[in-house]
């Protein structure tokens, strides 16, 4: 998971003007969707943030990093109670889910607070301030028939299958956020992404907690779904964030070989190698089982795999750390991200002895970013010379930005185009790869 830049959207109705910001991942962005659609549907429109009467704030509550951008983005957003038209300041999301009674107590100049259930509802806070969102599920489930308003690219959108997560990982704070998982049904999701392709989506995120577990809540499958979805006549591409190793099976590892919609892209986040960490991680896998699922997720056809890894776990030796750098080396993925371990109140790992010292952490993050920037850059100079299928997503300074199938939004590079011609915007082109740096492709409409 990340924290993104900014999300703005503004929204006026008679004289109550809003603003909304959003935080953090891309689950996070489908929740503010929801949140404009619903404010759009009852009559309001966009204005600036210091025109606004009323500012919303989502949180992302994750990790350290994301609390503290939480916190000073509301502390900034705050002065417009001093300077401007806001007359009312609502902070929603996870942080909210998490520390509800600290803010309450510590920041009495916010006016409203709601969690991570029914966020598409939240308009009803405006009217009732007195409403407390601990009535409300955690995590946000919605239909195809919510209203919801695209804060993505018109031709690129994320569509989330899944709320929560039932895994008991040690670091991670999210089950208490958002919940166990809850899945929506496969019909849901196809007439969702039915309607987005009419609309002119052409690309489809698919983002979960935890994807490889899709269905099992409700007596269905990962595969059963994919199969469902692949048959979608008006989308071009499906791509799938987040799946992780316990769940990868046989005939998923088929399903994404064959000829369909499905983008031979994985995101898997594995956190480490060592089996010791693994086992204090608690991630139900461990070294060998990890290599095994690797190496049968290659024999999928022009594989692109990204993951993400943890630095300076709670007694993580120096041994243990350079055995994960080995294995980034000999496996060499295509994207990988990673961050330091965060010490997060209410999970396992916080109570674990031998916490690591901060300077430590920036050490190894740093160490192993270097790492995958060699690999990353290595990977994208093989691509030179050769010709790939890419979205035309806008013009940028005075060029078109492109992302090739293996470019997800967001979390990996973009390709910059040689050429200037607005009607491409949102097509599906073939480019030739003429350049590269370590994260980003030049290339060449065909």
């Given at each position: 998971?990340?924290?993104?830049?900014?999300?703005?959207?503004?929204?006026?109705?008679?004289?109550?003007?809003?603003?909304?910001?959003?935080?953090?991942?891309?689950?996070?962005?489908?929740?503010?969707?929801?949140?404009?659609?619903?404010?759009?549907?009852?009559?309001?429109?966009?204005?600036?943030?210091?025109?606004?009467?009323?500012?919303?704030?989502?949180?992302?509550?994750?990790?350290?990093?994301?609390?503290?951008?939480?916190?000073?983005?509301?502390?900034?957003?705050?002065?417009?109670?001093?300077?401007?038209?806001?007359?009312?300041?609502?902070?929603?999301?996870?942080?909210?889910?998490?520390?509800?009674?600290?803010?309450?107590?510590?920041?009495?100049?916010?006016?409203?607070?709601?969690?991570?259930?029914?966020?598409?509802?939240?308009?009803?806070?405006?009217?009732?301030?007195?409403?407390?969102?601990?009535?409300?599920?955690?995590?946000?489930?919605?239909?195809?028939?919510?209203?919801?308003?695209?804060?993505?690219?018109?031709?690129?959108?994320?569509?989330?299958?899944?709320?929560?997560?039932?895994?008991?990982c040690t670091f991670c704070i999210i089950p208490k956020m958002r919940g166990l998982m809850k899945s929506r049904p496969i019909d849901s999701i196809k007439k969702e992404i039915e309607q987005l392709g009419g609309k002119g989506v052409r690309?489809?995120?698919?983002?979960?907690?935890?994807?490889?577990?899709?269905?099992?809540?409700?007596?269905?499958?990962?595969?059963?779904?994919?199969?469902?979805?692949?048959?979608?006549?008006?989308?071009?591409?499906?791509?799938?964030?987040?799946?992780?190793?316990?769940?990868?099976?046989?005939?998923?590892?088929?399903?994404?070989?064959?000829?369909?919609?499905?983008?031979?892209?994985?995101?898997?986040?594995?956190?480490?190698?060592?089996?010791?960490?693994?086992?204090?991680?608690?991630?139900?896998?461990?070294?060998?089982?990890?290599?095994?699922?690797?190496?049968?997720?290659?024999?999928?056809?022009?594989?692109?795999?990204?993951?993400?890894?943890?630095?300076?776990?709670?007694?993580?030796?120096?041994?243990?750390?350079?055995?994960?750098?080995?294995?980034?080396?000999?496996?060499?993925?295509?994207?990988?991200?990673?961050?330091?371990?965060?010490?997060?109140?209410?999970?396992?790992?916080?109570?674990?002895?031998?916490?690591?010292?901060?300077?430590?952490?920036?050490?190894?993050?740093?160490?192993?970013?270097?790492?995958?920037?060699?690999?990353?850059?290595?990977?994208?100079?093989?691509?030179?010379?050769?010709?790939?299928?890419?979205?035309?997503?806008?013009?940028?300074?005075?060029?078109?930005?492109?992302?090739?199938?293996?470019?997800?939004?967001?979390?990996?590079?973009?390709?910059?185009?040689?050429?200037?011609d607005e009607s491409l915007v949102g097509k599906i082109v073939d480019i030739e790869i003429t350049g590269c740096d370590i994260y980003n492709l030049h290339g060449t409409v065909i």
């Amino acid at each position: 998971m990340h924290v993104n830049s900014p999300v703005n959207l503004i929204m006026n109705k008679k004289n109550n003007k809003i603003s909304l910001v959003t935080l953090g991942c891309s689950k996070n962005l489908v929740d503010s969707e929801l949140i404009s659609g619903r404010l759009k549907k009852k009559g309001y429109n966009l204005v600036p943030e210091d025109e606004a009467d009323v500012i919303i704030l989502n949180t992302c509550g994750f990790i350290g990093d994301a609390k503290k951008e939480s916190i000073s983005t509301a502390l900034e957003l705050l002065e417009y109670k001093k300077s401007g038209n806001c007359k009312q300041f609502i902070l929603t999301g996870c942080l909210v889910e998490r520390y509800s009674e600290q803010l309450k107590q510590e920041m009495p100049e916010i006016d409203g607070f709601w969690g991570t259930g029914n966020l598409h509802k939240i308009d009803e806070l405006l009217d009732s301030p007195g409403i407390d969102f601990k009535n409300n599920p955690q995590g946000t489930l919605y239909d195809p028939d919510s209203p919801r308003e695209l804060l993505t690219s018109s031709h690129s959108a994320y569509v989330k299958v899944s709320e929560g997560c039932s895994r008991t990982c040690t670091f991670c704070i999210i089950p208490k956020m958002r919940g166990l998982m809850k899945s929506r049904p496969i019909d849901s999701i196809k007439k969702e992404i039915e309607q987005l392709g009419g609309k002119g989506v052409r690309e489809i995120n698919l983002i979960a907690q935890d994807m490889t577990s899709y269905g099992r809540d409700i007596g269905t499958s990962l595969e059963k779904m994919l199969r469902e979805l692949s048959d979608i006549d008006n989308i071009d591409w499906l791509r799938l964030h987040y799946l992780y190793p316990w769940g990868v099976t046989d005939s998923l590892i088929e399903l994404m070989s064959g000829d369909n919609k499905i983008l031979p892209y994985i995101d898997m986040p594995l956190q480490h190698i060592n089996d010791r960490i693994l086992k204090l991680m608690d991630r139900k896998t461990n070294r060998q089982k990890t290599i095994d699922i690797i190496e049968r997720l290659r024999t999928i056809p022009d594989l692109t795999l990204r993951s993400t890894f943890i630095v300076g776990f709670p007694g993580e030796t120096e041994n243990e750390f350079e055995e994960l750098l080995e294995f980034i080396d000999e496996f060499k993925f295509d994207r990988a991200g990673a961050f330091k371990y965060s010490q997060e109140e209410g999970t396992g790992a916080a109570l674990l002895e031998e916490q690591i010292e901060e300077d430590i952490k920036e050490i190894r993050l740093e160490n192993l970013m270097e790492l995958q920037s060699d690999i990353s850059y290595q990977k994208n100079v093989n691509l030179i010379g050769t010709t790939q299928k890419a979205i035309v997503d806008n013009l940028e300074d005075g060029k078109l930005v492109a992302r090739l199938s293996s470019q997800a939004p967001e979390v990996d590079g973009i390709t910059y185009l040689d050429i200037i011609d607005e009607s491409l915007v949102g097509k599906i082109v073939d480019i030739e790869i003429t350049g590269c740096d370590i994260y980003n492709l030049h290339g060449t409409v065909i």
